[in-house]
């Protein structure tokens, strides 16, 4: 499979400093940097031809720090774990995850002792499923809670990677305590499986359109109007939940799913954090 390679253009005004450049070129520039040895090696010898100052100052600098290297401390265990969690998780995703998995203990705790006033008789982890994922979804990846989406969105590994990595982390914990849920009430876990991935592909699809949180709150209320409110309201199950329904919620997870797999670049602009 053949690579595109940047052009000698691009490399050259890089390394005179970007000024010439364009915003989105020096981004794509730096991506594609990170996986290609050749055109870091262009760029160290563009650097040396169109900008030997800067040369001479790197040289200076690697020289002075080179004798210390050997000795430098290595990081620790917890360090570096830590730097692994931080390209999955923010710490703005701590409180709404407690959160979600709290309503999930809650409901558990309702449907079990039998004491749910004003909540019909719907499987309540049907009811409340679909919303917890998109919630997180939400919080993970909102410019209003992360003081630090600028830097996020702007980092050549931002994007879709990251956006993938961020919900999946926000899955690995909403989806435990629900099966156990699910268990200890005797629900089918694909009865609430299904439409709680579907809504979260929904969530990442429509986020490429009006961003990732406005489009999580869209559908939280959709699902409250169309779903939440006539099941508590008539103590009855809907369709949308039921066996039968399922078949439909597994569309709606593929067609999200294409929709974020086509519009992968559109998780590279800021305007995903609205």
């Given amino acids: 499979m053949s690579v595109e390679h940047a052009s000698t253009r691009i490399v050259d005004a890089y390394a005179r400093g970007g000024e010439e450049l364009a915003a989105d070129e020096v981004w794509a520039l730096e991506a594609h940097l990170e996986t290609c040895g050749a055109c870091r090696e262009r760029l160290s010898a563009a650097v040396t031809s169109e900008a030997p100052a800067l040369a001479s100052l790197v040289g200076t600098v690697w020289s002075a720090l080179e004798p210390h290297l050997a000795t430098t401390v290595p990081v620790p265990p917890r360090r570096r774990w830590s730097a692994a969690l931080t390209a999955w998780l923010t710490p703005v995703m701590v409180p709404w995850l407690a959160t979600a998995v709290s309503v999930t203990l809650i409901a ?3 449907e079990v002792t039998g004491v749910r006033p004003g909540l019909g008789n719907g499987p309540l982890v049907l009811l409340f499923a679909p919303l917890l994922p998109v919630c997180g979804v939400a919080a993970s990846w909102s410019r209003g809670l992360d003081p630090a989406y600028e830097l996020t969105a702007s980092a050549p590994r931002a994007g879709l990677p990251l956006v993938l990595r961020r919900t999946a982390a926000v899955l690995a914990v909403v989806i435990p305590p629900l ?24 969530a990442l699809a429509l ?12 559908l939280a209320v959709v699902w409250a109007a ?38 992968k670049d559109a998780y590279s602009l800021l305007g995903t954090h609205r």
């Fill in 108 to 110: 558990l705790l309702l």
């Fill in 179 to 202: 099966l156990v849920g699910s268990w200890a009430t005797g629900v089918s876990a694909g009865q609430w499986l299904l439409p709680a991935l579907a809504f979260t592909s929904a």
């Fill in 207 to 218: 986020g490429t359109v009006v961003g990732v949180t406005r489009a999580c709150a869209a």
């Fill in 226 to 263: 169309v779903v939440l409110a006539p099941t508590l309201a008539t103590g009855r199950t809907t369709f949308a939940l039921q066996p039968d329904g399922m078949p439909v919620w597994g569309l709606l997870l593929a067609l999200g799913a294409g929709v974020v797999a086509v519009r």
